[in-house]
T-cell receptor, first 110, second 114 residues
Framework: AQSVTQLGSHVSVSEGALVLLRCNYSSSVPPYLFWYVQYPNQGLQLLLKYTTGATLVKGINGFEAEFKKSETSFHLTKPSAHMSDAAEYFCAVKDYQLIWGAGTKLIIKP | NAGVTQTPKFQVLKTGQSMTLQCAQDMNHNSMYWYRQDPGMGLRLIYYSASEGTTDKGEVPNGYNVSRLNKREFSLRLESAAPSQTSVYFC?????????????FGPGTRLTVT
């Protein structure tokens, strides 16, 4: 069965700094990969997804992620953090169902 | 267009009580899902319905039952609540069952079992 590992339950960055949230997956077949964001007291919403094709995927709110097959990674980045980015971020991989990572809470320091 | 709606938003139950969580979507989606979210564990799938008239167990189905009432509605029932079922429950829907597309989530139900 596939698994998803998100490194760091909490990540803290200063406003304007680079955001890097890490996601590694285990897969023996080409994966379908997703990043979702959850703002406080809300449901999850899709940030971006990788299915096939270009390995650099752009999403909403200035986020992007790069699929690296050799590293089995799908890290999420944003060049400049904004206070409104404070949320919890979940990586997921398609198996017979979606397999979810434990989540990373992004904290933005003013 | 409300998307995915869930009721209630909050609920407190005593051990052994029963309740039904309601979910409805107005996007004409074929597939619907029930997840639970616990701190540090991400989302775990309880049950899903790939299409109207079908339901299947997910990762953590014990203690729950579901009903796909029609294409719009998918309810989750706790027959005899236990403290281990204290969690936040999310309903989601997707256009297709192939999991390649986006899942749309409701706002969640925060359930406490004492």
């Amino acid at each position: 069965a596939q698994s998803v590992t998100q490194l760091g339950s909490h990540v803290s960055v200063s406003e304007g700094a680079l955001v890097l949230l890490r996601c590694n997956y285990s897969s023996s077949v080409p994966p379908y990969l997703f990043w979702y964001v959850q703002y406080p007291n809300q449901g999850l919403q899709l940030l971006l997804k990788y299915t096939t094709g270009a390995t650099l995927v752009k999403g909403i709110n200035g986020f992007e992620a790069e699929f690296k097959k050799s590293e089995t990674s799908f890290h999420l980045t944003k060049p400049s953090a904004h206070m409104s980015d404070a949320a919890e971020y979940f990586c997921a991989v398609k198996d017979y169902q979606l397999i979810w990572g434990a989540g990373t809470k992004l904290i933005i320091k003013p | 267009n409300a998307g995915v709606t869930q009721t209630p938003k909050f609920q407190v139950l005593k051990t052994g009580q029963s309740m039904t969580l309601q979910c409805a979507q107005d996007m004409n989606h074929n597939s619907m899902y029930w997840y639970r979210q616990d701190p540090g564990m991400g989302l775990r799938l309880i049950y899903y319905s790939a299409s109207e008239g079908t339901t299947d167990k997910g990762e953590v189905p014990n203690g729950y039952n579901v009903s796909r009432l029609n294409k719009r509605e998918f309810s989750l029932r706790l027959e005899s609540a236990a403290p281990s079922q204290t969690s936040v429950y999310f309903c989601a829907s997707s256009e297709l069952a192939d999991l390649r597309g986006e899942q749309y989530f409701g706002p969640g139900t925060r359930l406490t079992v004492t």
